[in-house]
Structures are given as C-alpha cells and as structure tokens.
C-alpha cells in the first residue's frame, strides 16, 4: 500500500528534478555565452581604440570595397586627398549634437562628396550643425570646391530598426548613415561602401563642428552574466530547500 502511495510521488520528483536541471543548465549556458561575449567585446574595444589613436594610413583600395566587411575597416584613421563637391551634400538628421561646448541639440550632420582623382568618391561627414544652419547660406566654408586633404574615421553603414522614419532623398534629407543609398541619390560617380567622419579643427572652429564620431560602444555582458548565473544559483537554492522540505513531509 504504502509503495502505491510513494510511486506517483517518486514520479513527480523525477520530473522536477529533470526540468529543473534544464533550465539550470539552460542558465548557466546563457551566463557562459555572456562571458564570451565579454572577451568579444573587450578585444573589439581595444582594436578600435588602437585604430582612433594609430597614424593615418590610406584609403582600402577600390578593388577591395566589394569584399570589406565593417569590421574590416570600422574606426580606421585615414588620410585622403579629394576635391570636395558642396553641391551635392546630404543631410543627417541627429535627435542631439554639440557645437564645441554648447548645449546638446537637434541638428544635422553634413555629408559632403570627396570626389577621388582616380574616379571614385567617399562622402564625408564634415561634422555637425544645428537645426538653423540647414542651408549651406548660413555656414560659410572657405574650403567648398577645392581639393583638400582631410584626415579622419572610417564608419560603417547604420541600421535602421522599426522606429528609423523614412528618408527624403528628394530634398537630401536622411536618418540614417547609408553611404551607397546617399551616393545613388546624389548620382556620385563609383562610392566608396563606407563613409569618412572629418576630425575637428579646434584651430579653426566653426560650422560644421567636425569631430562627429561618438565613442558610445556598450559593454554590459558581464552584468548579464551575473544576472544569469545568479538566476541558476537562485534556482538550485529554491530547488534544494524545496527537496529538502519534500524530503521531511
């Protein structure tokens, strides 16, 4: 009798302990993958922060853009030699920006064309302007036509999520950074796949304010981690008293 009564109390046991093992085990998988994403991460940082602080080197060469993945490429300092082509420059639309040590505002960044001597182009992030300097009327810039030699950052394409509004692209108007799209719609002869953020001139402030690159590169995965190994040992906890008080029932 007594064997009738444990049996399907035995059974019950067994199942707990089995999905309580999985999803111990699932916890511990997550927190582990989290710590790897933490090396990832770390390494990443430090080859970008070798790359912002390295000598200038020249552009990848065009018969390699097809092939260049962003990591490839992504905040490398370069040194590039072009005619600029302010007829033609796109704007940015950012939600905040800052004009040397002014307030954060809305505004826009300034993509000029840099067209190559040997027939390709790159667009340029010139830096940034408030809302009342949209029109190029409002920024003078002694260098608008003519060749220069910018220094700067390497970016990469961003993505768009559900909330990116649509682009203008009559009025040159985006909300994203899409070298090839932008390039297309200003008819640019062979672009580059990625774009250029222009270094600030703290010699020869003023508009757009140069230096648009921002350092925002988040690193939570070791507070996930401990997130979810405290979940896994928070389970165990539970499950260990809740046997133990079974056992003495």
Same mark, same amino acid.
């Given at each position: 009798?007594?064997? /009738? !009564?444990?049996?399907?109390?035995?059974?019950?046991? /067994?199942?707990?302990?089995?999905?309580?093992?999985?999803?111990?085990?699932?916890?511990?998988?997550?927190?582990?993958?989290? #710590?790897?994403?933490?090396? @990832?991460?770390?390494?990443?940082?430090?080859?970008?922060?070798?790359?912002?602080?390295?000598?200038?080197?020249?552009?990848?060469?065009?018969?390699?853009?097809?092939?260049?993945?962003?990591?490839?490429?992504?905040? =490398?300092?370069?040194? #590039?030699?072009?005619?600029?082509?302010?007829?033609? $420059?796109?704007? !940015?639309?950012?939600?905040? %920006?800052?004009?040397?040590?002014?307030?954060?505002?809305?505004?826009? @960044?300034?993509?000029?064309?840099?067209?190559?001597?040997?027939?390709?182009?790159?667009?340029?992030? &010139?830096?940034?302007?408030?809302?009342?300097?949209?029109?190029?009327?409002?920024?003078?810039?002694?260098?608008?036509?003519?060749? #220069?030699?910018?220094? %700067?950052?390497?970016?990469?394409?961003?993505? &768009?999520?559900?909330?990116?509004?649509?682009?203008?692209?009559?009025?040159?108007?985006?909300?994203?950074?899409?070298?090839?799209?932008? =390039?297309?719609?200003?008819?640019?002869?062979?672009?580059?796949?990625?774009?250029?953020?222009? $270094?600030?001139?703290?010699?020869?402030?003023?508009?757009?304010?140069?230096?648009?690159?921002?350092?925002?590169?988040?690193?939570?995965?070791?507070?996930? /981690?401990?997130?979810?190994?405290?979940?896994?040992?928070?389970? /165990?906890?539970?499950?260990?008293?809740?046997? @133990?008080?079974?056992?003495?029932?």
């Amino acid at each position: 009798m007594t064997d /009738a !009564i444990l049996a399907p109390r035995r059974g019950s046991t /067994a199942l707990l302990s089995l999905l309580a093992l999985i999803a111990f085990a699932i916890l511990v998988s997550l927190g582990l993958w989290q #710590v790897e994403r933490l090396h @990832w991460k770390e390494a990443l940082i430090t080859r970008i922060e070798a790359r912002i602080h390295g000598e200038p080197g020249p552009l990848p060469a065009p018969s390699t853009w097809a092939g260049l993945k962003p990591l490839d490429y992504d905040y =490398s300092r370069v040194r #590039v030699t072009g005619r600029l082509d302010p007829a033609r $420059e796109a704007l !940015i639309f950012r939600g905040a %920006g800052k004009v040397g040590q002014g307030p954060s505002q809305p505004g826009y @960044w300034i993509m000029t064309p840099l067209l190559l001597t040997d027939g390709t182009s790159l667009l340029v992030n &010139r830096g940034f302007v408030p809302l009342a300097n949209k029109e190029p009327a409002s920024r003078p810039d002694p260098q608008r036509g003519q060749e #220069v030699t910018l220094t %700067g950052l390497l970016r990469a394409p961003e993505d &768009r999520n559900l909330f990116t509004p649509t682009d203008d692209a009559a009025k040159a108007e985006w909300y994203t950074r899409d070298p090839l799209a932008i =390039s297309a719609a200003l008819g640019l002869p062979n672009p580059a796949p990625f774009s250029l953020d222009e $270094e600030a001139h703290p010699a020869a402030p003023g508009l757009p304010a140069g230096g648009a690159t921002v350092f925002d590169i988040p690193n939570n995965h070791l507070s996930y /981690a401990g997130t979810w190994f405290g979940l896994a040992g928070t389970l /165990a906890g539970v499950f260990g008293y809740f046997m @133990w008080r079974r056992r003495r029932g």
